[in-house]
T-cell receptor, first 112, second 115 residues
Framework: KAGVTQTPRYLIKTRGQQVTLSCSPI?????VSWYQQTPGQGLQFLFE???????NKGNFPGRFSGRQFSNSRSEMNVSTLELGDSALYLC???????????FGPGTRLLVL | AQKITQTQPGMFVQEKEAVTLDCTYD???????LFWYKQPSSGEMIFLIY??????QNATEGRYSLNFQKARKSANLVISASQLGDSAMYFC????????????FGTGTSLTVIP
């Protein structure tokens, strides 16, 4: 089975722009979660989707949003980018909400 | 609130020796799962091992074993016969039913294997 895929792998944006990141889960997995990882804050949970519904949400401003499609693929969007949004964004999928999460390779976002 | 604590920011181990990475957790839910992940410098988080709160025996996966002490709320990862490729960040994580099964991660331990 193919693993979790994320696109793009690398991205450079400037302050004020917006960005959309994509995640394709492992085939058959219905839950997708997003995390932000920075050297200073570590791994922080953004949100989790299951069957196209947001089930959990972390403590991030409204500039961060996401959605999940009927094929379980997910996108996250960050509007009005700030320098502090520079991070590795990781997507993870699991069969069900309570099961093991498997991560993708991440998208490295640099905001200039 | 859930909490995962990893008190060792960095660890060194000689190649072929065993090493224990510490993890303690805090939850009021009797039903929870504990996980360990490895993150090499490439960035991808690799799932290593899982322990359920009701599991009677410690989980093992190849060279990885989880030393689960429920009363002490600890879930230490033991890596036997360390290899150079084991050098990476290691994260302990937990998810519990009473918080919607959201994952909580520790701050990680950086392991360096010395030849």
């Amino acid at each position: 089975k193919a693993g979790v895929t994320q696109t793009p792998r690398y991205l450079i944006k400037t302050r004020g722009q917006q960005v959309t990141l994509s995640c394709s889960p492992i085939s058959g997995h219905r839950s997708v979660s997003w995390y932000q990882q920075t050297p200073g804050q570590g791994l922080q949970f953004l949100f989790e989707y299951f069957s196209e519904t947001q089930r959990n949400k972390g403590n991030f401003p409204g500039r961060f949003s996401g959605r999940q499609f009927s094929n379980s693929r997910s996108e996250m969007n960050v509007s009005t980018l700030e320098l502090g949004d520079s991070a590795l964004y990781l997507c993870a999928s699991s069969l069900q909400l309570q099961e093991t999460q498997y991560f993708g390779p991440g998208t490295r976002l640099l905001v200039l | 609130a859930q909490k995962i604590t990893q008190t060792q920011p960095g660890m060194f181990v000689q190649e072929k020796e065993a090493v224990t990475l510490d993890c303690t957790y805090d939850t009021s839910d009797p039903s929870y799962g504990l996980f360990w992940y490895k993150q090499p410098s490439s960035g991808e988080m690799i799932f290593l091992i899982y322990q359920g709160s009701y599991d009677q025996q410690n989980a093992t996966e190849g060279r990885y074993s989880l030393n689960f002490q429920k009363a002490r709320k600890s879930a230490n990862l033991v890596i036997s016969a360390s290899q150079l490729g084991d050098s990476a960040m290691y994260f302990c994580a937990m998810r519990a039913r009473n918080t919607g099964n959201q994952f909580y991660f520790g701050t990680g331990t950086s392991l360096t294997v010395i030849p």
